[in-house]
Nanobody, 127 residues
Framework: QVQVVESGGGSVQVGGSLRLSCTAS????????MGWFRQVPGKEREGISC????????YYAASAKGRFTISRDNAKNTVYLQLNSLEPGDTGMYYC????????????????????WGQGTQVTVSS
């Protein structure tokens, strides 16, 4: 069974930065696209970013463009999400997930296209 583990969350002030990491135990990690989602209490999980299997293509939610950067290191079975210029609205639990194929596709922001999820890492941005 694939294990997906996120880390790197924390509490920062407005304008601060964090780098989230997600490591998957899957031997064929480099065969799957990976995504990051955010969830706050009472709301549905929101797609933040997605990266294709070799990192050729990336997608971002409008709220993340220009501030967040997704990347991956297949040799380490790890995907990263660099969060810069953080705002209170970025607060939430951040989840990493493995897609069922190599590409993000046009529906990358919808959670049903992902097959394995981590437990999440909390990001809190205070003013």
């Amino acid at each position: 069974q694939v294990q997906v583990v996120e880390s790197g969350g924390g509490s920062v002030q407005v304008g601060g930065s964090l780098r989230l990491s997600c490591t998957a135990s899957e031997l064929t990690f480099d065969s799957f696209a990976m995504g990051w989602f955010r969830q706050v209490p009472g709301k549905e999980r929101e797609g933040i970013s997605c990266i294709s299997w070799r990192g050729e293509t990336t997608y971002y939610a409008a709220s993340a463009k220009g501030r967040f950067t997704i990347s991956r290191d297949n040799a380490k079975n790890t995907v990263y999400l660099q969060l810069n210029s953080l705002e209170p609205g970025d607060t939430g639990m951040y989840y990493c997930a493995t897609r069922s194929d190599r590409w993000c596709s046009t529906n990358w922001a919808l959670s049903y296209g992902y097959i394995e999820w981590g437990q999440g890492t909390q990001v809190t941005v205070s003013s």
